[in-house]
């Protein structure tokens, strides 16, 4: 018999088979990272406007270098030439846009680092109001939005901005605790020109309603949204649309009334219970929270009582989502609103929410975590010179507010906000009027990216 | 009766003999002497009387001397004419059966009469019954070589011709359409004279009654220098034109000239030059000879009393063919012949006792089984579009497109530079040149004839190994196929399909080098054969030296004459270097991106049967490869021992590295895992004929154990592997077909208006491709979980003009910057980071791309989403054409002048004017422009006609030409002349490499 090579060929099929198990385990090299070095960003500032309404445009610096930032304005028409503006490190630029049509709204890109940004819109006489909101820090193709009203004396608006190249086509659902969801043929298939914005009058489309929520879906291209609403009761509010629903929510109020009212929207199938947790400065100890029962494809208003900083929050049970925004009586005729956050983070930069004097602006941090925390709050003034410091204790799950004394030589100054755990930060005021307490705005800060306080 | 005798005193007395005992009374014999030396005139003249004998002072041939003798008036005035040979005897009744034969009760119109020739020395082999011809003029005889009388053809058969070696004609004949024609050969001037008959109505008949045995072969020098082929194909191709009528020349010759061609193809590829050279001389000496060969048409034509259809019975069909070229193939693979011999007495009981055709001829019925599969798989692609899909190069539109790219100085494709681009595009121009101009044809013909090549170079290979044909051909057909080739061939990789032609003559060659004995064609032969086959490899897929490295580890290791071997292989190595001179620094430049691939598979399971990809072939029975080389391995006799366990070697080692390719555990230049698959598949073949080889003789000599059932196994595996991976081949969807291969996504991309942008095309990291047509990645973008492979083409995709060319330089380190910016989340105007690359759309699959960086994407300001299914489509709303004429602004002159991304993520949309491609460069109008942006990186010899302006480097890689003032702009590259001479050297280099290995030709 010849000899063969049989013990060779079970080596070396032991040998196959060894290491493709061994490679198995092994897995494919985990490939380097890569910092990159061209900076550069955008917001959306869906801010909407009218007749003698006037709008700031809120543009800080908490960084270490000089940011370059492109502003140019939209609206039905062709946009206009972009202004070019330097934002020195840890300083603030104050622009005035357009803000004429109710569709009006401002682009900013800008390069080499990051900057915050925010808006105010003023409406002058005989309905005086004020709106404040930060912008959007990126266009989506969907959106959620639920502060509107179209009660009787009310204007109510959804601001689209397309800040893209090509054009966005997308449907538009109203929805509202007394009626199904409604969908008009002129909210349907809308064609949103390049570098556009348009606003959607709300009101005649729902009749009546306290609360109404809206959810645009693009089905080319991406848009930012915004509302705005207008009534003789209670002035101007404005707030941003979030481009996706969360199954917790963080909405804070100062300054106001103490009448607040938390508005969801539930544009899903099925119908939610969700819990609401109010603290206050005064009372850090949440009160037994408070359930409501969400109606799927509606919106629901629930009062919340308020009594100085206040943060709300509200969790959905189970795995459901909503979307939740906080609406607050000033004292006077001017209401104001803003959208919460689903994602407290340990900086942020809160823009100025007044555009006149006198005024008292409020910077309110709020401490939704299991930790007590030490907040560092920094000026970013618009002269560029070095802001004042401050820092808040806040234990868990409490909300605080910074001293009236701290913005008092710089009410509009921008306010970095920082912390070692996630917070989350408002800014309120109320300014105008003799007493200053004629317009009242809320906003909820804009998060800091990690590398923008590093660099 | 016409005599015609030249040199022949050795038997004409025979002859004479045989003609005096003749029954036949009325008989007048002419002998025409042809200007014989050897006392053949004497014979004559003694025989016939000097008045019968005509000599010829110089010899002009059978026709010219039949022609002569028709001059007499003793022929002139016969009713027929007994055309006779001096090398015939006929037997005494063999006139007078012809002339009988012509007065045949219902028999009319006998124009020619042969008799039955049989062989002078063995009167019971038969030499000729009458034949026939092919569609295309080529003559045929229904006698195998040798074949023994039994009285099988005793029947006078109506034929096309007979043999006029002893023919009689009839006198209407001659006078009508003359006899032979003087240019032909005798054979086929036979054919052509019976043909002629045919078309005026004559009847051609072969009586077995006269017979006649003629001498085997003449002692006289060939006619000619040329090949028996040639004279064939000249005659052939001289008849169809004569004796067919117009409408039949409008089908005949039309296809004729493509079986032709592909004759042609096959014979330049297996670099049988002569013979090639013969195919083409005998088409030339018909264009030269056309006017006498259309007077003499003219005669045929004028006598037709018959349409051509009525002839067919006469005519073998045009399958006929087919078997010759398998005989053709046969005699090509001349080792099997030689071998045969060796295994005959081996192996003639089995095939005795089993009458198996396919141990007789394995060749023949695997060659046949093969081509039955290829055409059953690759059924769909038989269409006049062009193939699309997988990873197939787009071909350009025109064969000149190669030899513009090969000279070109400057790279047309990508993002520019001056790499030189790959020999393997003359091949391929070469090649569409010779489809009649068709690229399209061309495309096809590389990728099917791909398949064939590697079946018969690995069977040549195989077969010098093993030594057993019937073992040979089974390893050859397993490793065809073998999953990896299924998917090379599935995926349209050219590049891979040439490294699995190239590598069995490679493995071969490095076996003899390394072996014991000194190369059996010299040293000499023998590193220019290889360095021609390393070249041929490198130039379609450099990455053919890993496997060629892998390989010569291997023989270092476990070889025999290692310092004789590694000199040859190194030897050979630099020949191939010399062969690709003007390529070699496209093979170095980045660090030897060249050599690399980021294709192939991180599933170790998936690896061991070859797959590293879906293609047909790619299933649980690709296994049988890897099963059938270990069964093959434990059967190796104590003859292949050696060989085997090298060849295990080898094929763990492949599949090892392979892995680590992909996994990304290698250094970029050695890391590609096809070529990788491509010597484990090769070597597991080389095992599987080990085990067959080993297993052919002498099995039933030994005791029933391991080795009766091993063998059993192999055969079980061996056989079902096949006929599955036929199954599949035959019954699965290719990556390569027509427009549906194509996403229909991509409809999106392609039906943007006309103008030249650029596509970007983007992927994880796990070894697959783009979608059609974007081809492999040309780099890694590393940014973590973000990471992803990139490639960039123009709107055509991956072009063929890129064979064996990466994506390195100036322009593709600036691109993969881009692309880390954009991963790393940091920027959302990578926009106009691509503007410079004249990037228009970013496509991905939508289900491969990394989330990460789907979400970096989403964040662009200057990216928009188009809706698309199956794919990501990303429009770049910072557009910028890949030469144009801009109004560049001080901001946007400094963003252009800068190479930093920070400043150049700021480069907005600006006024401008596309140039277009010319020869040399770019031209067109400024449009009141000032800057001239080319996105083709910076060389200092781009300068602008007419202008003193210097180029300038543009966003740190590309070229800008300031053409303020100008109303014209147009950008030439200045520096052609090198690279031309460099290419004329290269051709003289490969001409006499060619040249010097080619196969010699049999006459």
């Given amino acids: ?455 | 009766m016409v005599l015609i005798v030249r040199d022949a005193a050795a038997w004409l007395r025979d002859t004479l003999q045989a003609l005096s005992s003749q029954s036949y009374p009325r008989i007048g014999i002419v002998a025409i002497d042809d200007a014989s030396g050897d006392g053949s005139h004497e014979l004559l003249v003694q025989a016939l009387g000097a008045g019968r004998v005509v000599r010829n002072e110089e010899t002009v041939g059978p026709a010219r001397s039949i022609d002569q003798a028709l001059q007499l008036p003793v022929a002139a005035g016969a009713d027929f004419l007994l055309l006779l040979r001096d090398d015939v005897a006929l037997d005494p009744e063999a006139v007078e059966r012809l002339v009988d034969a012509t007065r045949l009760p219902g028999v009319e119109r006998v124009g020619l009469v042969g008799a039955k020739i049989v062989d002078w020395d063995h009167p019971r082999r038969l030499r000729d019954v009458g034949r026939s011809a092919d569609r295309f003029g080529h003559p045929y005889t229904p006698l195998q070589v040798g074949e023994i009388d039994q009285g099988q053809f005793d029947r006078v058969l109506d034929v096309l011709t007979v043999d006029t070696a002893a023919a009689l004609v009839a006198r209407d004949v001659w006078q009508q359409l003359g006899l032979l024609d003087d240019r032909l050969g005798d054979d086929d001037a036979d054919v052509d004279l019976g043909w002629r008959a045919r078309v005026a109505g004559w009847r051609v008949l072969m009586t077995p009654l006269a017979r006649a045995r003629r001498r085997a072969t003449p002692d006289l020098p060939p006619p000619t220098d040329r090949s028996r082929r040639y004279e064939e194909d000249r005659a052939a191709l001289a008849s169809v034109l004569k004796n067919y009528s117009w409408v039949s020349l409008l089908w005949i010759l039309p296809l004729d000239a493509a079986l032709s061609l592909v004759r042609l193809l096959f014979l330049l590829l297996s670099r049988r030059f002569e013979e090639a050279y013969d195919l083409v001389s005998a088409i030339g000496w018909n264009v030269v000879h056309l006017p006498r060969t259309l007077r003499l048409r003219r005669r045929v034509q004028r006598s037709r009393r018959v349409k051509d259809h009525a002839l067919r019975r006469f005519h073998e069909s045009a399958g006929l063919r087919i078997p010759r070229w398998f005989q053709t193939a046969e005699r090509i693979l001349e080792e099997q012949r030689d071998l045969e011999v060796d295994e005959a007495s081996a192996s003639a009981r089995l095939r005795h006792r089993t009458a198996s055709l396919l141990s007789a001829h394995p060749v023949l019925v695997a060659s046949f089984l093969g081509a039955v599969v290829g055409l059953l798989a690759t059924r769909h692609l038989i269409a006049p579009d062009p193939l699309l899909g997988g990873a197939l190069p787009a071909f350009p539109s025109h064969p000149s497109g190669f030899s513009a790219e090969l000279v070109s100085a400057y790279r047309t494709t990508a993002l520019g530079g001056s790499l030189a681009a790959s020999p393997a595009l003359g091949a391929l121009g070469g090649l569409s040149w010779l489809t009649l101009g068709s690229t399209v044809l061309a495309q096809k013909v590389v990728l099917a004839g791909a398949l064939v090549v590697a079946a018969v170079l690995a069977y040549r290979a195989l077969v010098r190994l093993t030594g057993r044909p019937g073992a040979s051909v089974g390893a050859a057909a397993a490793y065809v196929a073998s999953a990896v080739l299924l998917w090379a061939f599935s995926q349209g990789r050219i590049g891979l399909l040439a490294v699995l032609v190239v590598l069995p003559p490679i493995v071969e060659r490095l076996e003899a080098a390394f072996g014991e004995e000194e190369p059996a064609d010299g040293r000499w032969r023998f590193v220019a054969g290889l360095a021609v086959t390393i070249a041929v490899g490198v130039a379609f897929e450099p990455g053919v030296l890993l496997a060629l490295g892998l390989l010569l580890i291997v023989e270092v290791l476990a070889g025999t004459s290692r310092v004789r071997g590694v000199v040859l292989t190194l030897a050979s190595v630099a020949g191939a270097a010399i062969l690709l001179f003007s390529f070699l620094p496209t093979i170095a430049t980045g660090d030897g991106a060249a050599l690399r691939s980021e294709i192939g598979t991180t599933d170790p399971w998936l690896l061991v049967r070859l797959a590293l990809g879906p293609a047909p072939g790619g299933w649980w029975a690709a296994l049988f490869l890897p099963v059938a080389a270990l069964l093959g391995l434990a059967l190796a006799s104590s003859a292949h021992r050696r060989l085997a366990l090298r060849a295990t070697m080898a094929a763990v080692a492949g599949l090892a590295m392979s892995w680590l390719s992909v996994a990304g555990y290698l250094p970029g230049p050695f890391a590609n895992a096809p070529v990788y698959a491509a010597v484990t598949a090769i070597a597991e073949a080389i095992l599987v004929g080990v085990g067959i080889a080993s297993v052919a003789t002498g099995l039933e000599r030994e005791a029933f154990g391991f080795r009766q059932i091993g063998t059993a196994a192999l055969t079980l595996v061996l056989g079902a592997g096949l006929v599955l991976q036929s199954a599949a081949a035959v019954t699965g969807r290719w990556g390569v077909g027509g427009a549906d291969q194509i996403p229909a996504a991509w409809a999106l991309v392609d039906s943007t208006q006309e103008g030249s942008f650029r596509v970007l095309w983007l992927g994880a990291d796990d070894g697959e491709p783009f979608p059609a047509p974007g081809g492999d990645p040309q780099g890694v973008a590393e940014a973590g979980g973000a990471t992803t492979t990139f490639g960039i083409t123009n709107r055509d995709g991956a072009p063929a003009l890129d064979l064996g060319r990466p994506l390195v330089g100036g322009g593709r380190d600036a691109l993969e910057t881009a692309l880390v910016e954009l991963l790393a989340g940091t920027t959302t105007h990578v926009g106009a980071l691509l503007a410079p690359f004249g990037v228009r759309y970013v496509v991905a699959w939508i289900d491969q791309l990394p989330a990460p960086a789907r979400a970096a994407l989403d964040r662009q300001a200057d990216l928009d989403h188009v809706p698309a299914a199956e794919l990501v489509i990303f429009r770049n709303a910072v557009l910028l054409s890949p030469a144009a004429v801009v109004e560049a602004d001080g901001p946007t002159g400094r963003i252009v002048a800068s190479g930093d991304p920070a400043v150049i993520q700021r480069f907005r949309p600006v006024p401008q004017v596309p140039l277009e491609t010319v020869e040399g460069g770019w031209s067109g109008a400024t449009g009141g422009g000032n800057l001239a942006l080319v996105s083709t990186e910076f060389d200092g010899a781009w300068e602008l006609e007419g202008s003193d302006a210097a180029p300038q480097r543009a966003f740190g890689w590309a070229t800008d030409v300031d053409v303020a003032g100008s109303t014209t702009a147009r950008v030439l590259y200045g520096a052609q002349l090198p690279r031309t001479i460099e290419s004329w050297l290269l051709l003289v280099l490969w001409a006499a490499a060619l040249w010097f290995t080619r196969k010699p030709v049999r006459r």
């Fill in chain 1, 1 to 455: 018999m010849k000899r063969g090579l049989g013990p060779v060929a079970i080596l070396a099929a032991a040998v196959v088979i060894a290491g493709a198990i061994a490679a198995n385990d092994l897995g494919p090299a985990v490939p380097a990272t890569s910092a990159g070095s061209a900076r550069s960003g955008d917001w959306m500032c869906p801010h909407g406007g009218g007749e003698d309404w006037t709008a700031y445009l809120s543009l800080s610096n908490p960084g270490a270098t000089t940011v370059e930032a492109r502003v140019t304005s939209l609206g039905d028409r062709r946009p206009s030439e972009p202004q070019d503006v330097s934002v020195s490190p840890g300083a603030e630029v104050v622009l005035e846009v357009p803000a004429t049509e109710p569709g009006d709204a401002t682009s900013v890109e800008y390069f080499g680092g990051w900057i915050g940004a925010g808006w105010v819109v003023k409406a002058p006489d005989p309905v005086p109001g004020l709106g404040a909101e930060p912008c959007l820090a990126a266009s989506s193709d969907t959106w959620y939005t639920t502060d509107s009203s179209t009660q009787r004396g009310t204007k109510a608006w959804l601001v689209v901005m397309n800040p893209h190249a090509s054009l966005a086509v997308f449907n538009i659902v109203l929805f509202a605790p007394s009626t199904p969801p409604v969908r008009r043929r002129e909210l349907t298939d809308v064609v949103l020109k390049g570098r556009r914005s348009v606003a959607f009058r709300v009101d005649p489309k729902v009749l009546g309603e306290d609360v109404v929520g809206a959810q645009l879906d693009a089905k080319v291209g991406r848009v930012a949204v915004a509302t705005l609403t207008l009534s003789e009761e209670g002035g101007v509010r404005s707030t941003v649309g979030m481009p996706a629903l969360a199954g917790s929510w963080v909405d804070l109020t100062a300054a106001g009334s103490g009448q607040s009212t938390l508005v969801t929207l539930l544009p899903g199938d099925e119908d939610l219970t969700f819990t609401s947790i109010v603290r206050t400065a005064d009372q850090p100890e949440p009160g037994d929270p408070a359930a409501s029962t969400q109606l799927r494809r509606s919106t629901l208003a629930s009062p919340v009582t308020t009594n100085g900083p206040t943060t709300v929050v509200a969790n959905a049970e189970g795995d459901s989502t909503f979307l939740a925004a906080l609406r607050s009586e000033g004292r006077t005729g001017d209401d104001a609103a803003t959208a919460g956050t689903s994602a407290p983070a340990p900086a942020w930069v809160v823009p100025p929410t007044l555009t006149t004097l006198p005024a008292t602006p409020l910077v309110v941090v709020a401490n939704p975590g299991a930790a007590d925390t030490v907040v560092d709050l920094t000026l970013l003034r618009i002269d560029g010179t070095t802001g004042a410091s401050t820092s808040l204790e806040i234990p868990a799950g409490s909300v605080a507010a910074a001293p009236a004394s701290f913005l008092e030589d710089a009410p509009r100054s921008a306010v970095l906000v920082t912390a070692d755990v996630p917070v989350v930060a408002l800014g309120a005021s109320t300014s105008g009027g003799k007493d200053g307490m004629d317009l009242y705005g809320l906003a909820t800060g804009v998060a800091v990216p990690g590398w923008a306080l590093a660099g």
